[in-house]
């Protein structure tokens, strides 16, 4: 009888023949042998499918996929395609243009074997033109994540990104990713799953290289494309309802998602925001000048920000 892999790493891809191989590569190198990684095609246009073709071959934990009608056409859909399928106990994301370090299963899988603990969350650095290099160092835990500190989560400070945790499948169980989404979709799914009481842990180990260049979905973001935009009003909202519903919404972070909603300069956006929470008047009020004051703000910021640059 042959045995399941004991991690499902999966890997949403679309028009990427010019990175995909590098990264498959990288996961070929795992020093954790016990894998399957399901490579979901979005509708690649590109020569994907014929650039990895030897590696399918050569190594049969690879499985190439091409995402079914089933599920909408996004990375969420890819996702929770590969999420479906999967055989493992454990669950990674990867992205198709980025590079893994050797360690990265064995780490995670070891420090989450026999614990009460349900993830393990790992480091990221970033690369532009030159590949990284991959340090090995001591595990080094240097916190955890729960309900209780979820506030850290909502506002960035913990970056819980898509492919920086390692998971126990039983979070994803009722819980997939929302395929209405294409920006911060990660975000929204995995406060879904600890507001829902998983406990997880910390390690300030570089496990993960993403790699920076102007395709990315952050990139276009960042570039204000209107898509990578609506989906981010669209997360802010389900956060807030996810966080309401489990009481777990705080002073501070109910703050956060009010002037994350002010920067978009919507403003039946930034009201519907705002009667969600159902903030008294004073505060109404406050928030409301601080919408029509924001342009002042940011003006004053940048200008400080460019005074520091020419005084350097």
């Known amino acids: 009888m042959i045995k399941s892999p004991d991690i499902t790493i999966i890997m949403a891809t679309y028009n990427r023949a010019h990175f995909i191989l590098e990264m498959l590569n990288t996961i070929s190198k795992q020093t954790f042998k016990s894998w399957e990684c399901i490579i979901v095609d979005d509708g690649s246009t590109d020569n994907t499918e014929a650039v990895i073709s030897n590696l399918l071959i050569e190594d ?58 349900y993830f393990c969350h790992y480091q990221k650095q970033s690369f532009v033109n030159v590949n990284p290099s ?7 835990i240097i916190g955890n994540i729960d309900r209780d500190n979820i506030k850290l989560i909502v506002n960035g400070t913990i970056g819980l990104a898509s492919c920086t945790v390692l998971w126990k499948k039983e979070c994803f169980q009722g819980i997939r990713f929302n395929e209405n989404l294409h920006y911060a979709e990660e975000w929204v799914c995995y406060i879904n799953i600890i507001s829902s009481g998983f406990k997880g842990l910390i390690i300030s180990n570089v496990l993960y290289h993403n790699r920076k260049h102007s395709m990315s979905n952050t990139g276009e973001f960042w570039r204000a494309n209107s898509k990578r ?47 969600e929470i159902n903030v008294i008047f004073r505060d109404k009020c406050f928030y409301n000048i601080k919408y029509f004051l924001f342009p002042l703000w940011l003006f004053k910021q940048k200008s400080l920000k460019m005074l520091k640059k020419k005084l350097a």
């Open 60 to 117: 049969s934990r690879f499985k190439y996929l091409k995402r079914t009608g089933n599920y909408k056409k996004g990375l969420c859909g890819c996702r929770n395609y590969g999420l479906d399928l999967a055989k493992g106990d454990y669950i990674i994301f990867f992205d198709d243009d980025d590079l893994v370090h050797p360690k990265n299963l064995e780490i995670g899988y070891n420090l989450l074997f026999k614990s009460e603990l």
């Open 134 to 140: 991959f340090i090995d160092s001591k595990i080094d």
């Open 229 to 275: 935009i609506n989906s981010k009003k669209i997360a802010i909202h389900l956060v807030l309802l996810r966080l309401i519903e489990k009481k777990l919404l705080s002073v501070k972070t109910e703050a956060f998602l009010i002037n994350e909603s002010i920067r978009f300069r919507d403003y039946f956006y930034f009201k519907s925001i705002l009667a």
